[in-house]
């Protein structure tokens, strides 16, 4: 599969904790976005990085962070876990920093 | 702010007839629109974007700027259709995250 893959598919783990979410673009991407979306919050942005820099920032905690790596893939890190934070993290990938984004089958998330 | 609204959160039709999902946006400046889906299980992808004006698997949206619309229309609902719809807007300038509305799902019945 050339698309965009994220890695667990599922995730469950108890408030407090830290966990951390991978993204692997589709070949020759170099943008990379993460998006958060929740029942009551709908889709949201979270950061964009380009080329293994932060390009843009959304609604994103404090107890979040991320990175993009030399390869182009990205990690999401979510610390001191509360049980809001449960919900579907999606990662997308675009050629450039402005285009059409190709959307990965995202991470479910639970918060116990 | 820029703003996406999708007025419906369920739309439930009879197979043959016509579909419109409706979305509203707020922006400043010359907007780019785009229709993503999410079928049941799988991941979004993009359905249509208005700069591209071509129609896929039968759905066509225009864009009005007077109403600031960009309604998702079909003639004739197929079940395969029935999915998870939703409007995005671009950042504007050089940031390019997506706005999306809160989604609509449309539901084809027999």
């Known amino acids: 599969d050339s698309g965009v893959t994220q890695t667990p598919k599922h995730l469950i783990t108890a408030t407090g904790q830290r966990v951390t979410l991978r993204c692997s673009p589709r070949?020759?991407?170099?943008?990379v976005y993460w998006y958060q979306q929740s029942l009551d919050q709908g889709l949201q942005f979270l950061i964009q990085?380009?080329?293994?820099?932060?390009?843009a920032k959304g609604n994103i905690l404090e107890r979040f962070s991320a990175q993009q790596f030399p390869d182009l893939h990205s990690e999401l890190n979510l610390s001191s876990l509360e049980l809001g934070d449960s919900a579907l993290y999606f990662c997308?990938?675009?050629?450039?920093?402005?285009?059409?984004?190709?959307f990965g089958p995202g991470t479910r998330l639970t918060v116990l | 702010a820029q703003r996406v609204t999708q007025p419906e959160k369920l739309l439930s039709v009879f197979k043959g007839a016509p579909v419109e999902l409706k979305c509203n946006y707020s922006?400043?400046?010359?907007?780019?629109l785009f229709w993503y889906v999410q079928y049941s299980r799988q991941r979004l992808q993009l359905l249509l974007r208005?700069?591209s004006r071509e129609s896929i698997k039968g759905f066509t949206a225009d864009l009005n700027k007077g109403e600031t619309s960009f309604h998702l229309k079909k003639p004739f609902a197929q079940e395969e259709d029935s999915a998870m719809y939703y409007c995005?807007?671009?950042?504007?300038?050089?940031?390019?995250?997506?706005?999306f509305g809160t989604g609509t799902r449309l539901q084809v019945t027999l």
């Open positions: 997308a990938s675009s050629v450039r920093v402005m285009g059409e984004q190709f």
């Open positions: 070949s020759g991407d170099l943008s």
């Open positions: 990085y380009y080329n293994g820099e932060e390009r």
């Open positions: 922006y400043s400046g010359s907007p780019e």
């Open positions: 208005h700069i």
């Open positions: 995005a807007l671009p950042g504007s300038g050089t940031a390019s995250k997506l706005t």
